[in-house]
């Protein structure tokens, strides 16, 4: 029986076994918790729309402005249906793009989930055999 700092009682005998069932218990506790978060984290990004920043209509414009050699701006060659159009066109790319990067990691935070989650139960249930 040890005595230890804030008054606990420790009956069992604690080996390097024991340490190395803790330690990997307390990981992939961490690792759940992480998963879990980002889990939470990522499902709201799915879920709630234009919640990123893209580029105004404005600022896309500047792209095809010319500059002459004095610095001072002509007009673009493109119309302004056609910009508005390729402006219409880079929102949908920005969207689906964001929203596949969401998806893959929303796959990699409920696999760290599913593999702390699992991995913790079973230490878990060691140090209970114990």
Same mark, same amino acid.
């Given at each position: 029986? *040890?005595?230890?700092?804030?008054?606990?009682?420790?009956? /069992?005998?604690?080996?390097l $076994?024991s340490?190395?069932?803790?330690?990997?218990?307390?990981? !992939?506790?961490?690792?759940? #918790?992480?998963?879990?978060?980002? =889990?939470?984290? +990522? =499902?709201? @990004?799915?879920?709630? /729309? @234009? &919640?990123?920043?893209?580029?105004?209509?404005? @600022?896309?414009?500047? +792209?095809?402005?010319?500059?002459? %050699?004095?610095? /001072?701006?002509?007009?673009?060659?493109? %119309?302004?249906?056609? #910009? !508005?159009?390729?402006?219409?066109?880079?929102?949908?790319?920005?969207?689906?793009? $964001?929203? &596949?990067?969401? #998806? $893959?990691n929303?796959?990699y %935070? *409920? %696999? &760290?989930?599913?593999?702390?989650?699992?991995?913790?139960?079973?230490?878990? +249930? /060691?140090?209970?055999? @114990?």
């Open positions: 029986m *040890v005595l230890l700092g804030g008054g606990v009682v420790m009956t /069992k005998n604690f080996n $076994r340490l190395y069932l803790y330690l990997v218990c307390l990981v !992939t506790l961490v690792i759940f #918790i992480t998963g879990t978060i980002f =889990t939470i984290h +990522r =499902t709201v @990004d799915l879920l709630v /729309k @234009d &919640a990123y920043y893209y580029q105004t209509l404005e @600022d896309f414009q500047q +792209r095809y402005y010319i500059y002459g %050699s004095e610095g /001072k701006r002509e007009e673009p060659q493109l %119309s302004q249906e056609e #910009i !508005t159009q390729r402006y219409e066109n880079y929102l949908e790319q920005e969207n689906t793009r $964001r929203r &596949a990067q969401n #998806i $893959r929303l796959a %935070s *409920v %696999s &760290a989930m599913l593999v702390g989650g699992i991995f913790w139960f079973y230490h878990w +249930r /060691k140090i209970k055999e @114990d």
